[in-house]
């Protein structure tokens, strides 16, 4: 399957366009989990279990699991093999290098760890993330217009050629995407004027759209602003960090069945 | 001590500006690593042995333990126990996120893998870097203008301010590093002209300078256009390439011998 055929499937058996972010901090877990002997895959399968029939996909912030130390390689391993086949998988990895680095990162995140999708930082230009766009199955979201304050010291500058940055890295993404429709973008829920300027800019583009709940983002203006573009809406804390009781699971269901 | 002090004493130390790139690739290893129980940490410490009182640094290139597997952990731990403690450790991770994951990534590249320096990219502005930034005895080097032909995508923009994107950059660097003296810049050694150029932008910054050897920019160039600048020059391919055969080690003290 294509990329885009990945998407379309996982949301048509979703019904819905709701990523989970698995964003686990191994110091916050419920206290439930502490005698488990990997307490953030515990609670990894946990939320998976109470949720796989409501989400499209699901999206691991590898930071997280970075600073979960020795486990990390196990844990990322094993979160993704628990997760139902027909759900899209998120690598939100941000890496980005020169071109032999980048393979280096490719082979790590698209084969030693099967991700469907990574995100990518386009900065270093095209040769850098040309690596990552070799295989049709495996889709990319490059970093357009990300939700926090900080988009406003580079993204947002304004260039000589009439252009925002943003919209240059735009304009840019959907040439890295001509050959193998394999290439999307990552803009900010909390900016839904952008986000509807973007979608006329880039219709055929996948986005991937952080920054719904704890950011600031809703998702009726995120469904408003992206109309009928294929889109991934993620959540995070808003989800998988609704309770730190026994129930946690419950109310990652509860709080999940808000955003489909 | 501070970051700065650590580089003035390493430097002092080495009589060099040094930087020797541990790129190491688990595929490519001298044979007669093969039946070592990880060939990449041996790798690693024979060329360290080898070459430890040429280097004012050793920078590992994140990306290749990371293609590494399961062992990324425990070799990337081991390798920067084995560095002489005078001897600057840098972890070329170019990481970057909204500043709560920034936040882990932090952890991970500061406290779990204590490297005195980390990369990272500064595309997602102030908010998302400041994590990195809060201890004065580590150091920052962010992306200014880098050593590879996509730096034309993007790096070099040019902005309505009159400035290039890398310059607005380094100018944003210079803000950052203003409260604790810990940030720098990278700057690519294949084009000395900029580095003369931010060099008398930021003559307070230190540079690291990569893409010396194979990627085609000379020590004779970067000292010129750096000035009495802080640099520290990183050579991988270079040195720790120089063979693949069982004289691996002397061949990479022979080749940082034409760099000191």
Chains 1, 2 share one sequence.
Not at 126 to 141: A, I, K, M
Not at 236 to 248: P, Q, V
Request: charged share 25%.
């Amino acid at each position: 399957m294509t990329f885009l055929e990945k998407i379309t499937s996982a949301q048509a058996k979703s019904g819905s366009m709701l990523c989970i972010g698995l964003d686990t901090d191994w110091r916050k877990l419920p206290e439930i989990l502490d005698d488990d002997k990997n307490p953030v895959l515990a609670f990894n399968k946990a939320i998976i279990d109470a949720t796989s029939d409501l989400a499209c996909a699901y999206k691991l912030q590898i930071a997280y699991y970075e600073a979960y130390g020795e486990r990390c390689y196990e844990t990322i391993q094993e979160t993704l093999e628990y997760i139902p086949k027909h759900i899209l998988t998120i690598g939100d990895v941000k890496r980005g290098d020169i071109g032999a680095t980048s393979e280096q990162y490719a082979y790590a995140w698209q084969e030693l760890f099967p991700f469907d999708a990574i995100t990518i930082n386009p900065l270093m230009g095209t040769d850098g993330v040309e690596p990552f766009l070799r295989r049709e199955d495996r889709g990319v979201f490059f970093l357009g217009l990300t939700s926090n304050p900080g988009a406003r010291d580079f993204e947002y500058l304004d260039l000589m050629n009439g252009k925002k940055l943003y919209e240059e890295v735009t304009d840019k993404v959907r040439e890295w995407n001509t050959p193998k429709k394999n290439a999307g973008l990552v803009v900010g829920a909390t900016k839904p004027q952008e986000l509807r300027m973007l979608r006329q800019r880039a219709p055929e583009l996948p986005f991937l759209i952080p920054g719904v709940g704890t950011q600031g983002g809703t998702m009726e203006e995120v469904k408003a602003a992206n109309g009928d573009g294929i889109a991934i809406v993620n959540v995070s804390r808003g989800i998988a960090g609704a309770s730190k009781g026994s129930d946690f699971a419950e109310a990652a269901r509860a709080a999940a069945r808000n955003f489909v």
